[in-house]
């Protein structure tokens, strides 16, 4: 009787017995990124469920993400799937409108430049030692686009998922905090008061609306074939949308299947934080290129945009 009532109580303390070291600092980290989500509606969709599985994975014994734990399933099925991150495109294309693109297509540069912080940060990762697909990996922070920085990294770099998706979020998040100064440090006043008008631009028909995505989709899977399911499923989005045929389509991509998966991608991308993984020097590096490559878009963007108004 005596050793049932030890061995019982023994069981209750295997949870603490078993903790490692970085356990209960990924807990914290958890926490914080719940408190962003919460308080300071940093990217709330997405840091929710992430933190919490950030702080599920990191309970030891549970064997959320061991073969046939629950984590481990949704994790198996729609992110090493990248199942997830082409759903959620295909609400972003339903809720994306192209009109002032096609308005104005000089615009498309002025996007190009912002992205060649990706390849300086790429060159950068490269030189700092990271392989060819880590370095890539990392590079696409600067897209400053969750789902495409999840899509890339879980193709080629799954072992940097949770802080390639962490520092893509949370950046994201803080973008109006940490480009008003660069943007200020580079321009004058006089630039900064230009309006951006779009008197004397001509409408775009309905005709071309829904010729744009089928062209973008053919061309864009031609030039990058690689890059098609991310270009297929945000312009098959944006179809549904500019067509008005499929409106019941429409509405469930913007809403229903996009919450659903947002709350699985994120719990699942918090379960790839577990402590003995997560909290290592390699870390911290992919967390400063991430930050790095956002700052040089935005100065390579602002840098373009002064040439434009030449």
Not at 20 to 31: A, D, F, R
Not at 175 to 185: A, D, G, R, T, W
Not at 237 to 266: D, Y
Not at 282 to 292: E, N, R
């Amino acid at each position: 009787m005596l050793d049932a009532v030890i061995n019982g109580l023994s069981g209750l303390g295997a949870g603490f017995v078993s903790l490692h070291w970085s356990n209960p600092i990924m807990i914290v980290i958890g926490c914080i990124l719940l408190y962003l989500g919460i308080k300071k509606d940093f990217e709330p969709l997405l840091l929710v469920p992430i933190g919490f599985g950030c702080i599920l994975v990191n309970i030891p014994l549970a064997g959320l993400m061991e073969e046939e734990g629950f984590l481990r399933t949704i994790y198996d099925a729609g992110v090493i799937t990248e199942l997830f991150p082409l759903l959620i495109f295909i609400g972003i294309g339903a809720m994306t409108d192209f009109t002032p693109l096609l308005q104005n297509p000089m615009t498309f540069l002025l996007g190009a430049a912002g992205q060649f912080g990706i390849f300086l940060t790429l060159a950068l990762a490269l030189i700092l030692g990271f392989s060819k697909l880590d370095a890539v990996s990392i590079g696409i922070i600067g897209a400053c686009d969750g789902p495409t920085a999840i899509y890339v990294a879980s193709k080629y770099a799954p072992h940097l998922l949770g802080a390639v998706s962490v520092a893509a979020y949370s950046y994201m998040s803080l973008v109006p905090v940490f480009q008003p100064p660069i943007m200020k440090l580079l321009t004058t006043e006089k630039e900064r008061v230009i309006v951006m008008s779009s008197k004397g631009l001509k409408p775009v028909s309905k005709t071309t609306k829904m010729l744009f995505p089928l062209v973008m989709t053919v061309l864009g899977g031609l030039i990058a074939p690689m890059g098609l399911p991310l270009i297929g499923t945000i312009m098959l989005g944006n179809l549904m949308k500019e067509s008005g045929a499929v409106s019941r389509l429409t509405k469930a991509s913007e809403n229903e299947i996009a919450n659903i998966v947002t709350l699985f991608l994120g719990i699942s991308i918090g379960a790839t934080m577990d402590g003995r993984a997560f909290l290592n020097p390699q870390t911290l590096i992919i967390l400063a290129l991430g930050f790095l490559a956002i700052c040089l878009d935005t100065v390579c963007g602002v840098l373009f945009g002064k040439l434009m108004c030449v």
